[in-house]
């Protein structure tokens, strides 16, 4: 790559996280303590910033160093079915919704064949898990308590406690679970 190409990526991904974030020149500037001029010759490619300027300014976009230089991102990105972490587990399957980790959550889908059950893990304390049921119908024990869900029911319930979910219908049921981590105990 040139030195050009490389000035075109940084001063592209400047703006655009920049744009994202909502602010403005001067207010990052501000925050990573450049001059606003200097945001500005690194936006427009014009600059040849020293390393401690480009970690001040990572440091103010909250990203890494590689981000700030890497080649820039499409707007969108499209991640085939088959690309998505899955798991088996026991007669079902239970796959990944995002391709990318969110801190704190967990987005899973799970499809069961008929009378198959899975036995959920216990989460840290405090967590909330959020059970929906997308086709079929499906149980969820939580604590001694069993809810049927049938298409698009919900139950919410403490995910840091013994739970299972289980494919009560004839059918493959599918659910969608999203868990809200509870940050761990310092």
Known sequence: MSDEELAGWLARNIKTLREARGATQAQLAKLA???????????????????????????????????L?????????????????????????????????????????MELPPGARLTGVPHTPGTREYLVCESGNLA????????????????????????SYENVGAKVAVGYSVVLLAPPLR
């Not at 085939?80 to 801190?103: H, I, M, N, T, Y």
């Not at 308590?145 to 698009?152: S, Y």
């Open 140 to 163: 969820l024990v939580a604590s001694g308590e069993r809810f049927l869900l049938e298409v698009g029911d919900v139950v919410v319930f403490r995910g840091d406690q013994k739970h």
């Open 33 to 67: 303590g450049v001059p606003r001029a200097t945001w500005a010759n690194l936006e427009s490619g014009a600059s040849n910033p020293t390393l401690a300027v480009l970690h001040r300014v990572a440091s103010a976009l909250q990203v890494s160093l590689e981000e």
């Open 69 to 109: 230089v890497a080649r820039p991102r499409a707007s969108a990105r499209h991640y085939p079915r088959e690309s998505l972490a899955v798991r088996q587990r026991g007669p079902g399957f239970v796959r990944k919704l995002l391709p990318d980790p969110l801190p704190g959550m967990e987005f899973d889908r």
